[in-house]
């Protein structure tokens, strides 16, 4: 992760790193199939996106919640 250093502390880390390593790894089958992460881990990871985008691209993060209104 390029940008570790300024975000280590702020997002949890492994909950992104987990993400990306199963979807980078997974398959798009549709919506016949279960998730490879639990509810639990999908929330986390995405809430770790979100901060993620919000410490390293702030004017992206805010144009997000802007379409998000």
């Given amino acids: 992760m390029d ?3 300024a975000v280590k502390d702020m997002i949890d880390v492994k909950a992104l790193e987990r ?7 997974g398959t798009i089958e549709g919506l016949g199939t279960l998730p ?4 639990e ?5 995405a809430d770790a996106g979100i901060n993620f ?3 390293v691209g702030n004017g992206h ?5 802007a379409a998000c209104n």
Avoid at 36 to 39: K, S, V
Avoid at 61 to 65: A, D, F, L, N, P
């Fill in 19 to 25: 993400l990306v390593q199963i979807e980078s790894h």
């Fill in 36 to 39: 490879d992460l639990t509810l």
């Fill in 3 to 5: 940008h570790l250093e």
């Fill in 61 to 65: 993060y805010k144009k997000m919640c």
């Fill in 41 to 45: 881990e999908a929330i986390r990871a």
């Fill in 53 to 55: 985008i919000k410490e």
